[in-house]
């Protein structure tokens, strides 16, 4: 129930088309929901996040679509740009707890 | 504005040799830390939190332990490394009991030979 799981493990996109992530959840007490972007040997930088009483925030060209009923959060990247080329992890965090639950991760290529 | 600070950036270890990894953050007061290991091309493993000194919340039972002699600067330890040990450690910080972001360091790249 502590999981989060993320799709797809990779994705190959061409430059100017739209990446998309999924990440689906069990427990409903999560209350905060971030995205993070990771590069080759950095640490994971905080990309966007959402609480769960809104279903979708958007940031640039960064959209989180949220589905509350069906315990799921999705990030799309609109006009997808090689500098996109990275890792992509979604996470769950309950407050009180301090843990972040994250996925297994998502790399993304797009092709210029 | 908070930054957040590990070194060594890299490092290069023989089995059974000790290790000492710090991290410090600046910029906020009593924030929460954590430690997490990534292994290649793999998720992120939270090893240790702590939500103030003193207070360490051990994850993964393993051969590592983790301390915070002050407020903002959290440790990470071994007295004998494994093989197993190799990866990439990432230090990380949030503030407050209510849930909002968590920031990460550069990391650590840690190699046991």
């Known amino acids: 129930q502590q999981q989060v799981k993320q799709s797809p493990q990779s994705l190959i996109v061409q430059k100017g088309g739209i990446s998309i992530i999924n990440c689906a959840y069990e427990n409903t007490a999560f209350d905060y929901f971030p995205w993070y972007q990771q590069f080759p040997g950095k640490g994971p930088a905080l990309l966007i996040a959402?609480?769960?009483?809104?279903s979708e925030k958007k940031e640039g060209r960064f959209t989180i679509s949220f589905n509350k009923s069906a315990k799921q959060f999705s990030l799309h990247i609109m006009d997808s740009q090689p500098g996109d080329s990275a890792t992509y992890f979604c996470a769950a965090v309950r407050t009180g707890t301090y843990k972040y639950i994250f996925g297994t991760g998502t790399r993304l290529k797009v092709l210029a | 504005s908070q930054t957040i600070h590990q070194w060594p950036a890299t490092l290069v270890q023989p089995v059974g040799s000790p290790l000492s990894l710090e991290c410090t953050v600046e910029?906020?007061?009593?924030?929460?830390l954590y430690w997490y290991r990534q292994a290649a091309g793999r998720g992120l493993q939270l090893l240790f939190y702590?939500?103030?000194?003193?207070?360490i919340s051990s994850e993964v039972p393993q051969n590592l332990s983790a301390s915070r002699p002050q407020d903002r600067q959290f440790i990470l330890s071994s007295k004998k490394l494994l093989l197993s040990d190799s990866g990439f450690y990432l230090c990380?910080?949030?503030?407050?009991?209510?849930?909002?972001?968590?920031?990460f360091g550069p990391g650590t790249r840690l190699t046991v030979t």
């Open positions: 702590s939500v103030g000194i003193g207070q």
């Open positions: 990380a910080w949030s503030v407050g009991s209510l849930v909002g972001e968590q920031y």
């Open positions: 910029g906020t007061s009593n924030p929460n």
């Open positions: 959402i609480r769960p009483d809104v």
